[in-house]
């Protein structure tokens, strides 16, 4: 209940409603609630937590289907219960004062962590509620977002302890209002010496997804991009910018920009035009004079959402009007080491072009200007947002919107932004501090957890990784590593009897998996179709085919087999260490590799532990894998 409670409040502080306040209260009862359990357990208390939280925050992502949805929540979840064990690891039951200690230094390095790799989410951070709090949020000029999220967990830390009548609660809660204090001081500062001179503008076509997909539909794409950019240029812009993939043409054709876009950028105006090159790039252009003067390829794509686009090389300031600007496309504002990188390189603004039509007038998009606001205060850039169907909006370095455009609107916003070349201590430093953090709560944590690192539980995970590695360095291929791995994975297992092959339901075990594997599928083609956009099964060689099933025979063989049967008594542990055997297997494979592998990794495990028979996930494995390849067209063997 405590848990649940805490999940409700922590999502009301979000967009929608938006009531930030909520957020300073709101993890009060779930630290209440884990304070003294086992790690097991906390770990339960937190996932139940992270079920409302997440269940609630990103209802918006239904507008994908809820596959989609459930999917985002169920990864996010796991990140929750991860808290759990690691603030309970660190407490090690010496006491209140050091369990909320190592509950907001678990918090922050799993916030951190939820942005590391390439199938992170990292959205619904706490630091983010903030958003609309100028004060507090100039701490991520220091700190980053994670430095506003460890004031927020912080100050309910403190309440926590009054609640338990201990006075050293009243220390967060001082350092809190001391940073509100300085944040203060920073807002009037800032404000006091801005000097926003720059004429920049930013278009929101408000077109609906589908019909913008629509080839029959691009010439009145192309008329309501051109008639808008015309418009916003008798503002006296000297940037016009577009929302994300919105040229309905290739922006390049053999190297040379499509004439129609040349012809609408007249003498002394850039343009960062957004669309597709060569069929394999989803990118942004900055057209001067008729040429192409800078070209960001967008290099952090969404899981399975951009299949079809291969990513960037890196994070590049260009050339625009008094630039160098940093270019961001859609999702890669969400990671604040994205932004930073480009700062680092010389951007003087920063540039947010986004699609936002897949989501509607709902949640998502508000909550995605948040982290385009925050990226504006860590780095102290002004900020140029252009969004298909809202929010469009010219953000200011201390966080102020300085104009927008509300969603589901047609037009364009026009305003003046500063370019500057100072740094900030996050743009500086970065994670530098939560780096510390980690170290930290690595102390605390390890005494305790060691005793579950027995040569039984190390052996059967690292030794088969270790396999696995060799044959992908080696280049042997999927049949012959997978050959390997399940080799030294058998060889490792300290009783074979309990891997799952033999006096287990293998019926059911068969048919849950393969419905799993087959709805799955089923929901990525269904799901694309819903946006207009048709995906056709492939046919896969045979050497393909054979490859994928000795594979993931192999994978869940390890994974789901021999990890289990380490671990009789320990189905938490068997479960994180089955996904970060995931982990290492698709080390630097592409986003929607990973968390096709991480879902139906947990499928599988459930399935595993529920039957007793592992004949399903080891068929499943391969024959699933297989079918989602051949309809993505992407195979990774």
């Known amino acids: 209940m405590a848990a649940g409670l805490s999940g409700v409040l922590l999502a009301l502080s979000f967009p929608h409603p938006g009531w930030w306040p909520l957020a300073w209260v709101a993890l009060v009862p779930l630290l209440l609630a884990v304070r003294g359990l086992q790690p097991a357990a906390a770990a339960g208390v937190a996932l139940a937590f992270g079920v409302v939280f997440y269940g609630l925050l990103l209802t918006w992502l239904n507008s994908l289907g809820v596959a989609a949805y459930l999917t985002v929540v169920a990864v996010s979840v796991g990140y929750s219960a991860l808290f759990g064990a690691l603030a ?54 220091v700190g980053g977002v994670y430095l506003v999220s460890a004031a927020v967990v912080a100050a309910n830390g403190g309440l926590a302890l009054l609640l338990l009548r201990r006075p050293s609660g009243l220390v967060p809660l001082l350092l809190v209002a001391l940073a509100w204090g300085w944040g203060n001081g920073r807002l009037a500062r800032l404000e006091a010496e ?6 920049v503008a930013a278009i929101q076509p408000n077109l609906a997804q589908q019909r913008k997909l629509d080839p029959d539909h691009a010439p009145q794409t192309q008329k309501t991009l051109l008639q808008l950019t015309r418009e916003a240029l008798r503002s006296g812009a000297r940037l016009v910018v577009w929302p994300e993939h919105y040229w309905p043409a290739p922006l390049l054709r053999d190297g040379r920009l499509d004439p129609l876009i040349q012809a609408a950028v007249p003498e002394g105006v850039a343009l960062l035009a957004t669309g597709e090159i060569d069929g394999r790039r989803n990118s942004a252009v900055v057209v001067d004079r008729g040429r192409v003067r800078g070209r960001h390829d967008k290099v952090r794509l969404v899981p399975l959402g951009e299949w079809w686009a291969d990513p960037g090389a890196g994070y590049q300031a260009v050339w625009a009007p008094e630039g160098p600007v940093g270019v961001l496309l859609c999702y890669e504002v969400v990671y604040a080491a994205s932004a930073r990188a480009l700062v680092t390189d010389g951007a003087r603004y920063l540039i947010h072009s986004t699609e936002e039509g897949w989501f509607g007038e709902s949640a998502g998009p508000v909550q995605h200007l948040g982290f385009a606001v925050v990226r504006a205060v860590e780095l102290n850039r002004d900020v140029v947002r252009a969004a298909s169907i809202g929010i469009s909006a010219i953000i200011e370095r201390t966080g102020r919107i300085q104009a927008r455009l509300p969603q589901v609107t047609q037009g364009w916003v026009a305003g003046h932004i500063e370019p500057r070349s100072d740094l900030t201590p996050y743009a500086r430093w970065g994670d530098l501090w939560v780096w510390v953090a980690a170290g930290v709560l690595g102390g605390m944590v390890l005494p305790a957890a060691l005793p579950w690192m027995r040569r039984e539980v190390v052996v059967p995970f690292l030794l088969p990784a270790t396999a696995a590695m060799l044959g992908g360095a080696l280049g042997l291929g999927g049949v012959f590593t997978g050959l390997l791995l399940g080799a030294v994975a058998l060889a490792t297992c300290p009783d074979p009897r309990r891997i799952g092959l033999v006096r287990a339901r293998r019926l059911t075990s068969l048919l849950t998996a393969a419905g799993f594997s087959g709805m799955a599928v089923w929901l990525v083609q269904a799901g694309f179709a819903a946006q207009g956009i048709p995906l056709f099964f492939q046919t896969p060689g045979w050497d393909r085919l054979v490859a994928n099933l000795v594979f993931g025979a192999a994978e869940e063989l390890w994974l789901r087999g021999v990890i289990v049967a380490s671990l009789p008594t320990s189905p938490l542990a068997a479960f994180v260490l089955s996904q970060v055997g995931s982990l290492v297997l698709y080390l630097g494979a592409r986003g929607e590799v990973v968390a096709w592998h991480l879902l139906s990794g947990a499928t599988f495990f459930l399935i595993r532990r529920v039957t007793g028979s592992l004949w399903g ?8 894998d297989a079918a989602l390849w051949a309809l993505l067209g992407r195979w990774p063997f």
């Open 194 to 199: 801005a000097q926003p001179w720059m004429p």
């Open 617 to 624: 996930p080891m068929l499943a494995r391969g024959v699933g």
């Open 88 to 141: 309970s690891f660190g407490a090690q039951g010496r006491g209140d004062i050091r369990f909320l200690l190592a509950a907001s230094l678990a918090w922050v390095v799993v916030e951190w962590l939820r942005s590391l790799g390439v199938a992170s989410f990292p959205w619904g951070l706490v630091g983010y509620s903030q958003w609309t709090n100028l004060p507090v949020l100039q701490l991520a000029s």
